[in-house]
């Protein structure tokens, strides 16, 4: 298996454009998480689905995020317009629901200028 | 609400020296535990975990980790470090209703050669 599969790796935007940040995960887990890594905060988690269903959204900091899974093995993440404090490290991860281990993508490096 | 704390934010050891990071958690339940290791510019890779029965568990590379439930904590060891080891390690706690996990803010580890 490939692993989970993010992409871009890098994503370079000027404030207020739209970003969209897309993830693969493992064939076969129906969990899907996105986190966001940054110097101040750590890791975070934003929201995750359980068999393509936004189960805890709590922790998208904003209107401006939102996430989509249309199938088990897509799912996106969009911020629209985005903001210079978007800038950091979002990864994708995968498992299923009842391992508790989860498989993180190499992640993608957002910076927001 | 669960927490994690890993009260060294970098620790440097010599190489061949013994390592332990330090892992405390807050959960009222019995807690899923687990320690990832992050490499420069690369994902999560999970190193090992705790879910239940024997509390000193093995896992890849070298590491192992002690559950003490007496004390909340979950430390990683190793007997003998490599170079190759210095990355960040992440300590986290999975919640027993769902698998969505909720990380520590890190260890830097640098090795000396």
């Known amino acids: 298996d490939a692993g989970v599969i993010q992409s871009p790796r890098h994503e370079v935007t000027e404030m207020g454009q739209e970003v969209t940040l897309r993830c693969k995960p493992i064939?076969?887990?129906?969990?899907l998480f996105w986190y966001r890594q940054t110097m101040m905060r750590g890791l975070e988690l934003l929201i995750y689905?359980?068999?393509?269903?936004?189960?805890?959204d709590s922790g998208m900091p904003e209107d401006r995020f939102s996430a989509k899974m249309p199938n088990a093995s897509f799912s996106t993440l969009k911020i629209q317009p985005s903001e210079p404090r978007d800038s950091a490290v979002y990864f994708c991860?995968?498992?299923?629901?009842?391992?508790?281990?989860?498989?993180f993508g190499q992640g993608t490096r957002l910076t927001v200028v | 609400a669960q927490s994690v704390t890993q009260p060294d934010i970098h620790i440097t050891v010599s190489e061949g020296a013994s390592l332990e990071l330090r892992c405390n958690y807050s959960?009222?339940?019995?807690?899923?535990l687990f320690w990832y290791v992050q490499s420069p510019g690369q994902g999560l890779q999970l190193l090992l975990k705790?879910?239940?029965?024997?509390?000193l568990v093995q896992g890849i590379k070298g590491f192992e980790a002690e559950f003490k439930r007496s004390q909340s904590s979950f430390n990683l060891r190793k007997p003998s470090v490599h170079w190759s080891d210095a990355a960040e390690y992440f300590c986290?706690?999975?919640?027993?209703?769902?698998?969505?996990?909720?990380f520590g803010t890190g260890t830097q580890l640098k090795v000396e050669l």
């Open positions: 689905f359980n068999n393509n269903v936004p189960i805890d």
């Open positions: 705790y879910f239940s029965g024997d509390t």
């Open positions: 991860a995968s498992s299923t629901p009842t391992a508790f281990e989860a498989f």
């Open positions: 986290a706690v999975a919640t027993g209703g769902g698998n969505k996990l909720t």
């Open positions: 064939s076969g887990h129906n969990s």
């Open positions: 959960y009222g339940a019995t807690p899923y």
